[in-house]
């Protein structure tokens, strides 16, 4: 199982950035794809999740403001993340979870907001 993600950088608050993943070595159309975040000193916290079906979840503080989809044909996977906040800086990474219950994740891509 691979993840490789892309796409981070610097952004002025109120700005934009499209994280991508691409996914390699299983069934990428059976599993549900998730982004995470990690800011400094803090947690990693769930960011947004989609599923085989496209159906998708996300945290309040995202909610209106990220969008998350999918490429089957391409297995990957992207966040579109749009109004940030300085309180978006993070690392971001992308996941999956094996039905067996192993989890991988991509080498994280930094976001960093300025005010």
């Known amino acids: 199982v691979q993840l490789q993600a892309s796409g981070g950088g610097l952004v002025m608050a109120g700005g934009s950035l499209r994280l991508s993943c691409a996914a390699s070595g299983f069934a990428f159309t059976a599993y549900s794809m998730t982004w995470y975040r990690q800011a400094p000193g803090k947690q990693r916290e769930l960011v947004a999740t989609i599923t085989p079906s496209s159906r998708t979840n996300y945290a309040d503080s995202v909610k209106g403001r990220f969008t998350i989809s999918r490429d089957n044909a391409k297995n990957m996977v992207d966040l579109q993340m749009n109004k940030l906040k300085p309180e978006d800086t993070a690392v971001y990474y992308c996941?999956?979870?094996?039905?067996?219950?192993?989890?991988?994740w991509g080498q994280g891509t930094q976001v960093t907001v300025s005010s």
């Open positions: 996941n999956v979870v094996m039905f067996g219950g192993n989890a991988y």
